[in-house]
């Protein structure tokens, strides 16, 4: 089944203390973004890659790093998590071309404390 | 700067028919995207449109004017499951197919 896998789904931890949400997806695509989205503000892009080897910063990507080392995962790096970064996150992948939708994982939310 | 606004909540009656709005002002255009979020759910793609005029899926359409900055998206013989966010999102041309800029929003709620 075609899919965008994230892990963990939920978690709860201290500010600080280093964290890595992964991201994986089977379909071979060459795009991949990480968003969080928060209420009253809608989805906001973090960090992308349009290929391996090649990431950007979005528009929110303070407090956090990415890798893009194979084709297939995107990791969303939190080195000293802060409260403020408590939200529910998103990866997403696509296949290159504008009119390509990007396809969405289940979501990931972070509760720091 | 880049701007994206839709209505925050609309209500409508089951079986009837909805317009969503949303209105754009970004630094370029490569298309505007409609996407569906149920609540505590990823968001799954409904409709692109890059061209004037009108896209039909179904019970779901959706238009399109450049020279206004605007979409709407159309819900036809609504049903209890379409209670749902509905997100606008608009390629911007400057980063070649990567960035879509999201709006807030739409929370649709379908009433008996």
């Known amino acids: 089944e075609a899919q965008v896998t994230q892990n963990p789904r939920y978690l709860i931890t201290v500010t600080g203390k280093k964290l890595t949400v992964t991201c994986s997806q089977n379909?071979?695509?060459?795009?991949m973004s990480w968003y969080r989205q928060d209420p009253g503000l809608g989805l906001r892009q973090i960090y992308y890659s349009m290929n391996v080897e090649v990431t950007d910063k979005g528009d929110v990507p303070e407090g956090y790093k990415v890798s893009r080392k194979e084709k297939r995962n995107f990791p969303l790096i939190l080195e000293s998590p802060s409260p403020n970064q408590t939200s529910l996150y998103f990866c997403a992948s696509s296949q290159h071309g504008s009119n390509q939708p990007q396809h969405f994982g289940d979501g990931t939310r972070l509760s720091i404390l | 700067g880049q701007n994206i606004d839709q209505p925050t909540e609309m209500t409508a009656t089951e079986g009837a028919i909805v317009q969503i709005n949303c209105t754009y002002q970004?630094?370029?255009?490569?298309?505007l995207f409609w996407y569906q979020q149920h609540a505590g759910e990823a968001p799954t793609f409904l409709s692109y449109n890059v061209l004037d005029g009108l896209e039909e899926k179904g019970r779901f359409s959706s238009f399109l004017s450049r020279s206004k900055g605007y979409s709407y998206l159309l819900l036809k013989e609504l049903q209890m499951k379409d209670s749902a966010s509905y997100l606008c999102a608009v390629r911007d041309r400057d980063n070649q197919g990567g960035k879509l800029i999201f709006g807030q929003g739409t929370e649709l709620s379908v009433k008996p």
């Open positions: 379909m071979n695509h060459e795009y």
């Open positions: 970004t630094s370029g255009f490569n298309g």
